[in-house]
DNA sequence: TAGCGAGATGTCTCAAATGTCATGTTAGCC
DNA sequence: GGCTAACATGACATTTGAGACATCTCGCTA
């Protein structure tokens, strides 16, 4: 049973500390107090359902990091498009980057949970930008497939170097849907199609 | 996650505080209340989408809270640290980017105050970059030099695309410390040569 | 051009909510 | 056991929302 402290909320909340003791007081927010001096709790629950009461923001610290926002980085404006429709169909948010400074700047502004990689862009490696996703503490977690029309031992290089799947171009709808799906399970009541 | 109150907005955008309550209770600004008496709140990032969506200008205090840090934009490792070698030694802090996704990502990720760019660059167009700062909410008012061995009417052209300032290659270390200070003047107790 | 009218914004006032500060206490952590 | 950062509390300062009404803006029409 998670709890929070009312410093935590007021933090979360871009809010005064005394002003979420006052909260608790007034019973605007359900909580306990400790034995000692009376320190507050709030139980994760009662605050995600107080949040959601009076329609206020989920802190994304909160929000069970269930990201299933997905960026995509492919020059090539028709493939790019093509895998939005196919992942936006299966459930997940996208964006597209069409270059190696949009695909950076999006990646650091959104933090998807899933990013696919075109291997060869004009001016970049996809190795470079592999391991500077890898290296950079806020992305390291995060998942990258990379699609290329590169040989096979292109993609078992990208393997090594960090990525979680590679996909072969040209690649089958299903086979896109099924990796990504793999890495990134949809949050329950988010399905576009039954799975089981 | 940054918020905030209706009072704030009033002034950034020197109107009545009562019109900024009315833009929220009318839906043209997004925002919540807290449980109290409804008192108002707005993310930042709401906000900075409400100043572009009406073409009103960002509030200087809103672009990055006078950091003095640069980003450096440029494939040629030997001129990128050059050009960070120069402003540093001026007293302000430098990043390099060798590649257009390192210079996106970190652009973000640092949201410096003022980024140094090469129009050319392999693969990517340096306007479409400016474009793309220009247009993105957190980096609007970012300043931007644009540094290139372009002709005259290539640099005019990035001006009329929203750089600050243009300077050609080669140039002159005075004329860039000349420039960036001009355009960023650093804090009072930074400076590494006395300016008066 | 002047006059008109509807909608948006500014002004004023007051009670309620929130922020600030100082102080003493406690919980969490070596 | 001792230390530090976090916490609760009271008193007080400041901000804020709401109603009522004045003023302004801008398109419209004569």
Redesign the pocket.
């Known amino acids: 049973m998670k709890t929070l402290?009312?410093?935590?909320i007021?933090?979360m909340c871009?809010?005064?500390?005394?002003?979420?003791?006052?909260?608790?007081?007034?019973g605007?927010l359900k909580g306990f107090?400790?034995?000692?001096?009376?320190?507050?709790?709030v139980q994760l629950e009662d605050f995600l359902h107080f949040l959601q009461q009076h329609g206020m923001p989920i802190p994304p610290e909160l929000s069970g990091e269930e990201n299933s926002r997905i960026l995509i980085i492919d020059d090539e404006a028709a493939v790019a498009r093509s895998i939005g429709r196919v992942l936006r169909s299966a459930g997940y948010d996208t964006a597209i980057a069409n270059d190696g400074f949009q695909g950076g700047s999006l990646l650091m502004k959104q933090q998807p949970a899933l990013v696919t990689l075109d291997l060869r862009m004009p001016g970049i490696s996809g190795y470079d930008v592999l391991k500077f996703i890898r290296t950079t503490p806020e992305t390291a977690t995060t998942k990258v497939i990379v699609i290329s029309a590169l040989d096979q031992p292109s993609l078992q290089r990208a393997l090594e170097e960090g990525a979680d799947a590679v996909l072969s171009k040209p690649f089958d709808n299903q086979q896109l849907t099924d990796l990504v799906k793999d890495l990134l399970p949809l949050p329950a009541g988010r399905r576009s199609t039954p799975t089981e």
Chains 1, 2 share one sequence.
Do not use: F, H, S
């Open positions: 402290t009312t410093g935590e007021a933090k871009d809010v005064n500390l005394r002003t979420v003791i006052r909260w608790i007081d007034r605007d107090k400790l034995p000692g001096r009376g320190n507050n709790r």
